[in-house]
T-cell receptor
Framework: DAGVIQSPRHEVTEMGQEVTLRCKPISGHNSLFWYRQTMMRGLELLIYFNNNVPIDDSGMPEDRFSAKMPNASFSTLKIQPSEPRDSAVYFC??????????????FGPGTRLTVL | AQSVTQPDIHITVSEGASLELRCNYSYGATPYLFWYVQSPGQGLQLLLKYFSGDTLVQGIKGFEAEFKRSQSSFNLRKPSVHWSDAAEYFCAVGARPGGSYIPTFGRGTSLIVHP
């Protein structure tokens, strides 16, 4: 299994530009999570999906952030417009069996975003 | 709401020495507890987890952790550290408010291994 795939691995953009991060979860996993990691705030859960449906987006920092999961094999996290304080490493993780169990999460390698 | 505290930001040990990384949690019921490791430039990988039963759990790479309810702790241990263990370690607690599982991660402990 290829594991969770994220693209791009690195993204450098200018303030005000739109940024789209992509994630392909492990086949058969029912839950998908987006996290943001920074030195200041550590690892923060932004949003999670169960069976392609957003369950809780309370961690999304503001309206500039949006996430979609059009099918079981693809999700996007979009930032529009981007700001320098959005610079972070964004992780996608997937989990089998859905949210009703204590399944472990499988993390992708992350996307390092730099907003100038 | 649950929370996790990892009191040590950095830990430095010599190769071959024993290791203990501290984790304290706050949660009203029996928590689900995890330890993850993050190597530089990589995502997090699960080392071990505790849900119920034996309070001493074994994980991958020779790690173990002990759940102590009276101390609200879930410390990670390894008897002999290898240079390849140098990484960031995260403790996490899972809860089920309203029937859904929402993980909370600690800030992490950076392990430095001296030869």
């Amino acid at each position: 299994d290829a594991g969770v795939i994220q693209s791009p691995r690195h993204e450098v953009t200018e303030m005000g530009q739109e940024v789209t991060l992509r994630c392909k979860p492990i086949s058969g996993h029912n839950s998908l999570f987006w996290y943001r990691q920074t030195m200041m705030r550590g690892l923060e859960l932004l949003i999670y999906f169960n069976n392609n449906v957003p369950i809780d987006d309370s961690g999304m920092p503001e309206d500039r952030f949006s996430a979609k999961m059009p099918n079981a094999s693809f999700s996007t996290l979009k930032i529009q417009p981007s700001e320098p304080r959005d610079s972070a490493v964004y992780f996608c993780a997937s989990s089998p069996e859905g949210l009703a169990t204590q399944s472990e999460q499988f993390f992708g390698p992350g996307t390092r975003l730099t907003v100038l | 709401a649950q929370s996790v505290t990892q009191p040590d930001i950095h830990i430095t040990v010599s190769e071959g020495a024993s290791l203990e990384l501290r984790c304290n949690y706050s949660y009203g019921a029996t928590p689900y507890l995890f330890w993850y490791v993050q190597s530089p430039g990589q995502g997090l990988q699960l080392l071990l987890k505790y849900f119920s039963g034996d309070t001493l759990v074994q994980g991958i790479k020779g790690f173990e952790a002990e759940f102590k309810r009276s101390q609200s702790s879930f410390n990670l241990r390894k008897p002999s550290v290898h240079w390849s263990d140098a990484a960031e370690y995260f403790c996490a607690v899972g809860a089920r408010p309203g029937g859904s599982y929402i993980p909370t991660f600690g800030r992490g402990t950076s392990l430095i291994v001296h030869p």
